[in-house]
C-alpha cells in the first residue's frame, strides 16, 4: 500500500519526511476517452498563414466585391484540399469570413472535379457554431450531405456548439438527426461521445437523463459510466458520481485508472485548501481513495501525480510541490507538460519566479515542450508585479522565430489588459497588431479589453474604432460595452458620433443579412 502523502501541518520532522505517493514505475493502461470531435489541428503551413492574415487583413464581409476571395475564384491561387483546411482553422474566430471562403471554394476552379474535404465543413460548422450562427451551421451540413462531406464528426461538432451555447435540447436533436444525413444510427462510440459533450459543460443531469432512457439501445460500458461519473464531479455531485460508481461495480464493469482519478481530481479540484486543517483533510480523502486503488491493484499513474501537484500549488505549498515532484522523477514516473505546469504556477505564484525559470529551463532540457499554458504562469506573476521588462522579454522570446511555443490568446489578453491598465497604449497596439498577424486572434474578450480601456482614457475615436471593426468581424459586443461606450460618448457631449455609429452598423447589419439570406445568419442586433 502506497504511504500517505505529505501535509502541512504537524512537526517539522512530518514535513521534512516527504512520503512518496506510490511505488509504481509504470503508468496503468488508461482507456482514453473518445476523440471524435478533434478537428485537424493548426499544421505549419506558411501559405496558410499568409492567406489568413491577407483576409483577415482586407477581406470585407458586407462588401464581397472587395474581397480578396477574388483571387480564389479567378484561379489566382493554387488551393488544395488540405489548404483550405488549415486557412479555415486559422479563421475559426472570424465566422462570417470563413463562411465567405468555403463558399468561394465551393465554386472555386481547383474544386471543378471534386469538393472541399469533409474537414473543411466541420471547421465551418464549428466556427458558426462558435458565433451561435445556428442557422447558417445547418446550411453548411445540407451543404456538406449534398456534397458526401456530412459524418458523424460534423454533428458532434454541432452538438457540442449547442451545449456550449446552453441548447442542450437542440444538441440531442441534431444527435438524432444524424441518422438522416448519414444513413446509419448513431453507435456506441457517438453516443458516448454525446454525453460527454453534455458532462464537460456542466449538464450531467441531462445526460443522466438521456443515458438512462437509451442505455437499452446501447451496452452501458466502462467508458459511458467514467464519463457520467466525471460529469458530476465537474459540478462537485459526488454523491452522484459514486452512486454511478457503485451501480458501474454492480453491472459488473470494473473501474480503470481514469475513472480513478477523475475521483481524486474531483477530491482535490473543489476542495477548500485553507486554512491548513481544511487542506490536511483533502489530503487524507485523497490518501483514502489512493488506498482502495491500491486494494483493487491499480496504481497511480503521472496524471495521479499531477493532480496531487496540482492541490500544493493551489494550497501555495512550494517545498511540497518541489519535494512530490523530485519523487515523482526518482521513481522513474516522466512528468508531463501539465505537471510541469503545475509546478511552476506555484512557484511563480508564491513569488519564486527564480526557482520557476530553472524548472522551465529543467523542462527544456528534458525534451518537454512549454505550452502556452506554463508561459501565462509567468505572465500573470509579471502583470501582477507590474514588470513590463519581464513581460516584454519572455513575450519577444516566445514569438520569435524559431520557438517551439506562440503565444495564445489567452497570452495576448494577458498582456492587453496589462498594459491597458499602465497606459501604454503604443505597447499594447504593437501587440494587437502581433495577435492580427499570427491569426490567434482577436476573440470577444481582446475586443471588450481594448474599448473599455479606450474608453477609460477618454479615447473616443479609437474607441469607436475599434467597436465597429469587432461587430465587422461578426463579434456581439457584451451589454456593458454598448453601455459604457454610450454613456462615455453622452457626457463627452458626442451623441451625434454615436448616432453616426449606430446607423453604420444597422446599415451593415441590413447588408449582411442580404448578402447571406440563404444562409439564414441572423442580422445583428444591439
Not at 517539522?12 to 509504470?26: D, E, G, K, N, P
Not at 459510466?225 to 458501474?248: E, P
Not at 520557476?356 to 525534451?367: F, P
Request: one cysteine or more; a positive charge.
Amino acid at each position: 500500500m502506497p504511504p500517505p502523502l505529505p501535509a502541512a501541518g504537524g512537526s517539522a520532522a512530518r514535513a521534512a519526511a516527504v512520503r512518496l505517493l506510490c511505488t509504481a514505475t509504470s503508468p496503468a493502461d488508461a482507456t482514453s476517452l473518445p476523440h471524435l470531435l478533434a478537428l485537424p489541428p493548426v499544421a505549419p503551413s506558411p501559405a496558410a498563414d499568409e492567406l489568413a492574415r491577407l483576409l483577415l487583413a482586407h477581406h470585407n464581409p458586407f462588401h464581397p466585391a472587395e474581397s480578396p476571395l477574388q483571387l480564389l475564384s479567378g484561379g489566382g491561387v493554387s488551393l488544395s484540399g488540405d489548404l483550405l483546411v488549415q486557412i479555415l482553422i486559422r479563421l475559426r474566430g472570424a465566422s462570417k469570413l470563413a463562411l465567405s471562403l468555403l463558399h468561394a471554394a465551393r465554386l472555386h476552379p481547383c474544386f471543378a472535379s471534386t469538393r472541399p474535404p469533409a474537414d473543411a465543413y466541420d471547421a465551418v460548422v464549428d466556427a458558426l457554431g462558435r458565433a451561435r450562427q445556428f442557422d447558417a451551421a445547418w446550411r453548411v451540413v445540407v451543404d456538406a450531405s449534398a456534397d458526401g462531406a456530412a459524418s458523424p464528426r460534423t454533428f458532434a461538432v454541432l452538438a457540442r456548439r449547442y451545449v456550449a451555447a446552453g441548447m442542450t435540447r437542440q444538441a440531442i436533436r441534431a444527435f438524432d438527426d444524424m441518422e438522416a444525413f448519414v444513413g446509419r444510427e448513431p453507435d456506441a462510440g457517438e453516443f458516448a461521445t454525446l454525453l460527454d459533450t453534455l458532462c464537460k459543460y456542466k449538464y450531467p443531469k441531462v445526460a443522466t437523463e438521456i443515458f438512462n432512457k437509451r442505455k437499452y439501445n446501447y451496452e452501458p460500458n466502462e467508458k459511458m459510466y467514467t464519463i457520467l461519473i466525471y460529469g458530476w464531479c465537474k459540478v462537485n455531485r459526488s454523491d452522484m458520481a459514486h452512486k454511478f460508481l457503485k451501480d458501474m461495480i454492480g453491472h459488473g464493469i470494473e473501474p480503470n485508472i481514469v475513472t480513478y482519478n477523475i475521483l481524486l481530481n474531483s477530491i482535490c479540484r473543489h476542495a477548500s485548501l485553507h486554512p491548513d486543517n481544511r487542506f490536511d483533510k483533502t489530503v487524507q480523502a485523497a490518501e483514502g481513495l489512493l488506498k482502495e486503488m491500491h486494494d483493487k491493484r491499480i496504481e497511480p499513474d503521472v496524471t495521479s501525480y499531477s493532480i496531487i501537484l496540482h492541490v500544493y500549488s493551489r494550497a501555495h505549498k512550494p517545498e511540497l510541490c518541489l519535494c512530490m515532484f523530485h519523487s515523482m522523477k526518482e521513481r522513474g514516473i516522466c512528468p508531463t507538460v501539465a505537471t510541469y505546469t503545475s509546478v511552476i504556477k506555484c512557484l511563480a505564484s508564491c513569488g519564486r519566479l527564480e526557482d520557476a525559470e530553472t524548472l522551465l529551463d529543467e523542462m527544456v532540457a528534458e525534451g518537454v515542450c512549454p505550452s502556452p499554458a506554463t508561459y501565462n504562469c509567468f505572465f500573470k506573476e509579471y502583470r501582477g508585479r507590474k514588470n513590463v521588462s519581464g513581460a516584454l522579454q519572455l513575450y519577444n522570446k516566445m514569438k520569435a522565430p524559431g520557438s517551439p511555443t506562440a503565444p495564445d490568446i489567452h497570452t495576448y489578453n494577458i498582456l492587453l489588459g496589462m498594459f491597458i491598465k499602465l497606459d501604454r497604449y503604443g505597447t499594447v497596439m504593437e501587440i494587437w497588431s502581433n495577435m492580427c498577424e499570427s491569426t490567434v486572434g482577436p476573440d470577444l474578450d481582446s475586443y471588450t479589453l481594448l474599448i473599455h480601456g479606450f474608453c477609460n482614457s477618454k479615447k473616443w475615436r479609437e474607441a469607436c474604432q475599434f467597436f465597429m471593426e469587432m461587430i465587422e468581424k461578426g463579434f456581439l459586443p457584451q451589454k456593458i460595452t454598448f453601455e459604457t461606450l454610450y454613456r462615455g460618448l453622452i457626457q463627452a457631449d458626442m451623441l451625434r458620433t454615436w448616432r453616426r455609429l449606430k446607423r453604420r452598423v444597422d446599415e451593415e447589419a441590413a447588408k449582411f443579412g442580404d448578402e447571406f439570406k440563404l444562409y439564414h445568419i441572423k442580422p445583428y442586433k444591439r
